[in-house]
């Protein structure tokens, strides 16, 4: 298949839900959809390649937001050319590429190669976390008790997942007319070739599951010039980390069935007890550096030891990655260097996903990003979470097994040479001083809310996007790049477009509300910030229906790239300052979710991670100082939030 670049693979995913799906019992499962997981996959609708006149289009109305007249002037000239000459060439050549190759989407390949040949660290340039809301029941807040109770749940997902008997993802537009049992007992009958459709007719949209089996089982391995992804879906050892080692243990048993959880929570609670001091060349420190740096060192790692290569294979293919942390962060800002970037002893950032659990029960997903985006992962995230707070399955009482610990878990050594002993040193001090150089800071907002949004017959989503672009203003006086990311998962093997958040709207609702000579009333200003809402909900509907330009740009200059010539198009100064994100935004909301954070993907920019919900507004950013200051940004934040608010009141908001 070849939206699978550059992936081995052993043992076919495919293979894996006919395997596992007669022999699942029912303890295993989280649940039984009556609608087949893969149901809708096979009539999911293809991402449309947009028109090369409406990206072109859409993409000088972008540029316009961010350019002088003069540069705006040579950049139209630059479309013109390019519409004139190499621009239908290569649109005609992604179309013929794309319709030959029908199972897949026009991003996919490029997009997996955009993660897999960066060289950069994935730590801050990649790696997102979401960190889950605390329970409210303190005593399921412990250490061992929360990690045992989110690996049983986890393993859950995996096998209901492989069964193929987890709920689809759906998106529903009516959720009182479509998510019930009359609609899926309606779909379940469809043929799988047009299920999609039955379900469209309810105005519900089935997503892309194409994701799901990397999941589990899967890491990221380093290779000069381009990584590869790898899984092993017959693996069923679990890999801990703490205090810079390694250890592993089976999570299934010979029949594929899921371990007891009370057997499990002996193993992880005999893991906690390990005394031992940390290593003094902690090999996770590799993993953290640059990408060809890292090839080098696991060629020389394998060559090191006759053992090595199997125990890097036993990492590789673990079902995931548990991580325990011997410290309790409180601060908010703490907590997001702990699930961001952490020690870089005690974390493998190539695995699929990292759960971390704190000393004192918080608990976070950390994940590498080139095999897949938030949504798949929030499903997994959201799943654990109700799971785990209404459902546990070991609590204080629950005694351990009776079982030697010591037979099942195994360390997990590796042999060094001095060369590997001196890199590893460099690695961790490499590290040190890339987390270093980040910087970062939180708002919680609550004067107004989610609902109060709403009932001003605004954008939730508009307000957060217009306060980041006021806060910006407010603190450099003038409008940048701005990116929002949007799920393209309604199509088959889509993955993200980008919602140009700065608009020409926001550009004068800016300007009313901070140039000291313009004297709005009220009403000019919720004039200003209602276009700003209705035009920034039409980019969002066209970037998820796939008709954003940034996607089309990119999958033309990767097919240009290909061919060994780029188009002056792509050349254009402009084209790069569009491109250069000063505001990486993007943004969650689930219950489940109470922090969560990115690194900035410039050095001059800001990364945004951001939530509307009925109990709070909130903020987490991150920045690399000297060259922008987060702090006033956060005070930028609140100020413009005050400001909106102040309108929303009725009332002109102070200069
Ligand atoms: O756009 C893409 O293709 C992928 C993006 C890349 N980037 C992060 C650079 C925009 N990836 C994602 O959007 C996934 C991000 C997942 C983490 C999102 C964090 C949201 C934080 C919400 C909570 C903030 C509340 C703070 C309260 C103190």
Redesign the pocket.
């Known amino acids: 298949n070849s939206y699978r670049p550059q992936t081995q693979v052993a043992g076919s995913f495919e293979d894996s839900i006919v395997k596992y799906s007669t022999l699942v019992g029912d303890q295993d499962l989280l649940h039984k959809s009556i609608v087949p997981t893969d149901h809708f996959q096979w009539s999911l609708p293809r991402l449309p390649v947009p028109e090369l006149a409406n990206t072109c289009q859409r993409y000088l109305k972008s540029q316009q937001v961010i350019l002088s007249d003069q540069e705006y002037a040579r950049t139209e000239a630059a479309v013109k050319q390019f519409l004139n000459a190499d621009g239908p060439v290569l649109h005609k050549e992604l179309v013929a590429m794309d319709k030959e190759n029908k199972h897949t989407s026009y991003i996919s390949e490029p997009?997996f190669d955009m993660y897999l040949a960066d060289r950069r660290p994935v730590v801050l340039n990649h790696n997102?976390?979401?960190a889950f809301t605390d329970d409210s029941k303190p005593e399921y807040m412990n250490q061992l008790i929360r990690a045992t109770n989110m690996v049983v749940s986890s393993l859950r997902f995996m096998k209901t997942y492989r069964a193929n008997l987890l709920e689809p993802d759906i998106f529903h537009l009516y959720p009182d007319k479509s998510d019930t049992l009359q609609f899926r007992k309606f779909v379940r009958l469809l043929p799988k070739s047009v299920s999609f459709y039955g379900a469209y007719w309810y105005k519900a949209f089935p997503l892309d599951m194409s994701q799901y089996p990397r999941l589990f089982n899967s890491t990221r391995i380093p290779r000069h010039d381009k990584d590869q992804l790898f899984t092993d879906v017959t693996a069923k050892h679990l890999l801990v980390l703490r205090n810079g080692h390694f250890y592993i243990f089976d999570v299934l048993d010979r029949d594929g069935s899921i371990v007891a959880p009370n057997v499990i929570m002996s193993h992880i609670s005999y893991i906690l007890e390990d005394k031992r001091p940390p290593p003094e060349h902690p090999i996770a420190a590799l993993c953290t550096g640059n990408r060809d740096k890292w090839a080098s060192n696991r060629i020389q790692l394998a060559n090191a030891g006759v053992m090595n290569e199997k125990t890097l294979k036993l990492i590789d293919s673990a079902v995931f990655a548990l991580i325990l942390d011997d410290h309790a962060p409180t601060d908010?800002n703490e907590i997001t260097r702990t699930f961001l970037h952490g020690d870089g002893v005690s974390r493998w950032f190539d695995k699929s996903f990292q759960l971390i659990l704190t000393k004192d029960g918080r608990a976070a997903v950390n994940f590498e990003?080139a095999w897949g985006?938030?949504v798949a992962?929030l499903r997994y995230f959201n799943e654990v979470w109700k799971e785990t707070t209404t459902k546990p399955f070991v609590h204080l009482t629950t005694p351990k097994a009776k079982v030697d610990s010591s037979a099942h878990v195994q360390h997990l050594d590796f042999m060094l040479d001095p060369i590997l002993q001196e890199n590893i040193k460099t690695a961790k001090s490499d590290f040190d001083r890339h987390v270093k150089s980040i910087g970062l800071d939180?708002?919680?907002y609550q004067t107004f809310n989610k609902s109060y949004i709403k009932k001003q017959k605004l954008s939730p989503d508009s307000v957060l996007q217009l306060a980041i672009q006021l806060a910006y203003t407010r603190q450099y006086g003038k409008t940048v790049a701005t990116?929002e990311?949007?799920s393209t998962a309604a199509f088959k093997h889509g993955?993200?477009e980008?919602i140009r958040s700065a608009t020409m709207a926001t550009k004068t609702a800016c300007d009313l509300f901070l140039n000291p000579k313009k004297n709005p009333t009220v009403a000019d200003l919720r004039a200003a910030m209602l276009e700003c809402s209705n035009v920034h909900s039409q980019l969002t509907k066209e970037a998820a229906m796939g008709q954003g330009f940034d996607r089309h740009l990119f999958a033309l200059k990767y097919l240009a790239q290909n061919k060994g010539s780029l188009p002056d198009f792509f050349k254009d100064p402009s084209y790069a300052k569009l491109n250069h994100i000063i505001l990486?935004?993007?943004?969650?909301s689930s219950p489940a979710?109470?922090?969560?954070?990115?690194g900035a993907?410039t050095p001059d920019g800001y990364?945004v991670?951001?939530?509307v919900e009925d109990s709070?507004i909130?903020?987490?950013v991150t920045n690399y100082p000297p060259a922008t200051d987060v702090h006033g940004f956060i005070n930028c934040l609140k100020q413009s939030l005050n400001d909106i608010y102040a309108v929303f009141d009725g009332k002109l908001p102070m200069k």
Do not use: A, K, Q
């Open positions: 997009w997102p976390f979401m908010p990003h985006d938030g992962v939180h708002l919680e990116y990311s949007c993955r993200t980008t990486s935004t993007s943004t969650l979710v109470v922090i969560g954070g990115f993907v990364g991670g951001y939530s709070r909130g903020f987490n």
